[in-house]
């Protein structure tokens, strides 16, 4: 099998054989660092002046050199890697950076526990590789965007006397493979050593089983959308024109048939535009069947949606920095339990799943994920302890004929239809570096751009990266005087926005002191007035679901505090963006309605009733 895989036309071609592994390892050793560009810390360029210099573009004599549809994960990472190319780059994304897929991950950055015990058992050199790959992406991400992304320990509790020796080896080798850009070794905790580390564990669960020990490992843990906007802001900062709340509904073809742009739909305005592209590539996740389908209504489908459930739960219920992996459920499936943002977040993967922009968990796989910790904790695990539940769609590339998504390989592909549209999808946010590579390297071989330079993402620090060091905090919270109360900034709300915006954190709580926005949006997180000015200018948001799900991660993690939070937010909006009282009543409401979605639609209904009885 390929080390990555590209098909054009229906066939498989290899971009890289039997030395692939060489060639991965190759290619990062020689993108240790280099110098940092000086548009890395220029301000993006407004909403209005992209689609400036979107319109310019509106004839086949003025094409960009490459368009990009969809603004997740994949897309994000092709507008970086195309624009630092030095090609002339746009981005189209019809809701908003990660408003999909991208937004709704385990926040994970890892190598695949699950895929190397396949590659094993298979004797699967196509899982191997993926594991392969995937453990030296990890290094690059963490390199790469270090405010955003950190080492998390993870432990496997062992309940069994064969699991202890039988999870050390598979995490050994885990460890050998990622080689000098592995974290740490992964070691064996005696059973009060890991009751220690982790005090909520259980000792003796319901079945009779007592702890035996546990096995820790470390993998890497990120903020998902927040990367995603990172990677938006860094390509409009590198010469590329982006633009979220655009939509794709048609794609151009020349005389023979060929992709050569799309007729995109500003969704804020209703205006239409014309955009033409030497390449177009799909980047559509889950949807890149429907944008195939715009050129060939009878494309074969080559998506099977994964979804993935996950709930946030108090932060009482796992440690401050261990996580915990329950490697296989009543069912096979895998949970994780997860510290993140001071909450706990607990998820599995791999449910079959319709295709749908707004997913929403059943109250059945709540309650399964919730069943499936409460066998390992000491803590009373309930229903009512669920701050917020989300559902994501994950595209898997495979044959459309398989059924079993858990058994379908994680890898990417890059395809190339007959009427010239790139479509890359698969792979996992880990690798989304190295499909943007591939697929850019796709569009430039059969555009023939030959001006293009050299991929340089593996070396690039992303925007607030440059001047981040562990305690940037400290300065934060010593330059910031708070304008409505005497004293230095909060050091919980200092730590935070560092995490949020790395180097630009000052510019969040410069617009604090000079508008007097340095109220927190809620009681009980860190979140200020002032990000919401900051994100509407500097960041693209454009409505309230942008901020509380996206640049800030509320929605994801507790519902009723979003729910309080959201006026005073449409508020800030409001006066940043001169929206009317009618119109500003309208995205409150459709913010409300989103929010809806962040529980099963049973819990939603009875909760309703319950609060009916109680007037």
């Given at each position: 099998?390929?080390a990555r895989r590209v098909?054009?036309g229906?066939?498989?071609?290899?971009?890289?054989?039997?030395?692939?592994?060489?060639?991965?390892?190759?290619?990062?050793?020689d993108?240790d660092?280099?110098p940092?560009?000086g548009?890395?810390?220029?301000?993006?360029?407004?909403?209005?002046e992209?689609?400036?210099r979107?319109?310019s573009?509106?004839s086949?004599?003025?094409p960009?050199?490459?368009?990009?549809?969809g603004?997740?994960?994949?897309?994000t990472?092709?507008a970086v890697d195309?624009?630092t190319?030095?090609?002339n780059?746009a981005?189209?994304?019809?809701?908003?950076?990660?408003a999909?897929?991208s937004?709704r991950?385990?926040?994970?950055?890892?190598?695949g526990?699950r895929y190397l015990?396949?590659a094993?058992?298979?004797?699967?050199?196509?899982?191997?590789k993926?594991?392969?790959?995937?453990?030296h992406?990890?290094?690059?991400?963490?390199r790469?965007?270090?405010y955003?992304?950190n080492s998390?320990?993870?432990?496997t509790?062992?309940?069994?006397?064969w699991e202890?020796?039988?999870?050390?080896v598979?995490?050994?080798m885990y460890d050998?493979?990622a080689?000098s850009q592995g974290?740490?070794w992964?070691r064996?905790l005696?059973?009060?050593?890991a009751?220690?580390?982790?005090?909520t564990?259980c000792?003796?669960r319901a079945?009779g089983?007592?702890?035996?020990?546990a096995?820790?490992y470390?993998?890497?843990?990120?903020?998902d959308s927040?990367?995603a906007v990172a990677?938006?802001?860094?390509?409009a900062?590198?010469?590329?024109t982006v633009?979220?709340?655009t939509?794709?509904?048609?794609?151009?073809?020349?005389s023979?048939?060929?992709v050569v742009?799309?007729?995109?739909?500003d969704?804020?305005?209703?205006?239409q535009?014309?955009?033409?592209?030497?390449?177009?590539?799909n980047a559509a996740?889950?949807?890149?069947d429907?944008?195939r389908?715009?050129?060939?209504p009878?494309?074969?489908?080559?998506i099977?949606?994964s979804?993935?459930?996950?709930?946030?739960?108090?932060?009482?219920?796992s440690?401050?920095n261990?996580?915990m992996?329950?490697p296989?459920?009543?069912?096979?499936?895998?949970?994780?339990?997860?510290?993140?943002?001071?909450?706990?977040?607990?998820?599995t993967?791999?449910?079959?799943s319709?295709?749908t922009?707004?997913?929403q968990?059943t109250?059945?796989?709540?309650?399964?994920i919730?069943d499936?910790?409460?066998?390992?904790?000491?803590v009373?695990v309930r229903?009512s302890?669920?701050?917020?539940?989300?559902s994501?769609?994950?595209p898997l590339?495979?044959?459309?004929?398989?059924?079993?998504t858990?058994?379908?390989?994680r890898d990417?592909v890059?395809t190339?239809d007959?009427d010239?549209?790139?479509?890359?999808?698969?792979?996992?946010?880990?690798?989304y570096r190295?499909?943007?590579?591939d697929a850019?390297?796709?569009?430039?071989?059969?555009a023939g751009l030959?001006?293009?330079?050299?991929c340089?993402?593996?070396?690039?620090?992303?925007?607030?990266?440059?001047?981040?060091?562990?305690a940037?905090?400290?300065?934060?919270?010593?330059?910031?005087?708070?304008?409505?109360?005497?004293?230095?900034?909060?050091?919980?709300?200092?730590?935070?926005?560092?995490?949020?915006?790395?180097?630009r954190?000052?510019?969040?709580?410069r617009?604090?002191?000079?508008?007097?926005?340095?109220?927190?949006?809620?009681?009980?997180y860190p979140?200020?007035?002032a990000?919401?000015?900051y994100?509407?200018?500097?960041?693209y948001?454009e409505?309230?679901e942008?901020f509380?799900?996206?640049?800030t991660r509320?929605?994801?993690?507790?519902?009723?505090?979003?729910?309080q939070a959201l006026?005073?937010?449409?508020e800030?909006m409001a006066?940043?963006?001169g929206?009317s009282?009618?119109?500003?009543?309208?995205e409150l409401?459709?913010?409300?309605?989103?929010?809806?979605?962040f529980d099963?639609?049973?819990?939603?209904?009875?909760?309703a009733?319950?609060?009916a009885k109680t007037?």
């Open positions: 099998m390929a098909l054009q229906g066939a498989l071609v290899a971009l890289a054989g039997a030395g692939g592994f060489a060639a991965i390892t190759h290619s990062l050793s993108h660092g280099g940092t560009p548009w890395i810390h220029g301000r993006v360029p407004s909403r209005a992209q689609l400036r979107l319109s573009h509106a086949p004599a003025t960009y050199d490459v368009l990009i549809i603004g997740g994960a994949t897309g990472g092709c195309a624009a190319r030095g090609l780059t981005l189209i994304e019809r809701e908003d950076w990660a999909g897929t937004s991950s385990t926040k994970l950055v890892h190598g526990v015990e396949k094993f058992k298979n004797l699967d050199y196509g899982q191997f993926l594991v392969f790959e995937a453990l992406e990890r290094n690059v991400l963490l790469n965007v270090p955003l992304s998390l320990p993870i432990m509790p062992c309940y069994k006397w202890a020796p039988y999870f050390w598979g995490l050994r050998i493979i080689g974290l740490e992964c064996y005696t059973p009060a050593q009751l220690s580390r982790f005090p564990l000792s003796h079945d089983k007592s702890l035996k020990g096995i820790v470390h993998d890497g843990q990120f903020n927040r990367l990677l938006a802001c860094t390509s900062l590198a010469g590329a633009l979220n709340h939509e794709v509904v048609k794609l151009l073809k020349d023979e048939g060929r742009g799309a007729t995109v739909r969704n804020l305005s209703g205006k535009h014309n955009v033409y592209a030497r390449a177009v590539i996740g889950p949807f890149s429907d944008v389908q715009l050129s060939e009878n494309a074969q489908k080559m099977m949606p979804s993935g459930v996950h709930v946030t739960l108090p932060d009482y219920y440690p401050e261990v996580g992996i329950v296989k459920t009543k069912d096979g499936r895998v949970v994780f339990m997860l510290p993140w943002l001071d909450q706990t977040i607990a998820g993967t791999d449910s079959s319709d295709i922009m707004t997913p968990p109250e059945e796989e709540i309650r399964f919730l499936a910790i409460a066998d390992y904790l000491t009373k229903r302890d669920v701050q917020s539940a989300w994501g769609i994950r590339a495979l044959d459309p004929n398989a059924e079993d858990a058994s379908a390989s990417h890059v190339e007959l010239g549209l790139i479509t890359v999808t698969g792979g996992k946010w880990t690798t190295l499909m943007a590579q850019v390297d796709h569009a430039v071989k059969v030959h001006h293009a330079q050299p340089s993402t593996a070396a690039l620090k992303l925007i607030g990266s440059e001047g981040f060091y562990p940037l905090f400290t300065e934060i919270a010593q330059n910031y005087v708070v304008p409505h109360r005497p004293g230095a900034i909060d050091t919980h709300v200092a730590k935070y926005l560092v995490a949020s915006y790395g180097d954190a000052g510019e969040i709580t617009i604090a002191e000079q508008r007097k926005l340095g109220r927190r949006i809620v009681r009980g979140i200020l007035e990000e919401v000015v994100a509407v200018h500097q960041e948001c409505t309230p942008d509380i799900a996206r640049r509320l929605a994801f993690l507790d519902k009723r505090a979003c729910e006026p005073k937010v449409v800030l006066a940043e963006k929206w009282r009618r119109h500003a009543h309208r409401q459709r913010a409300l309605a989103f929010l809806q979605t099963s639609p049973t819990h939603e209904v009875e909760a009733a319950a609060a007037r």
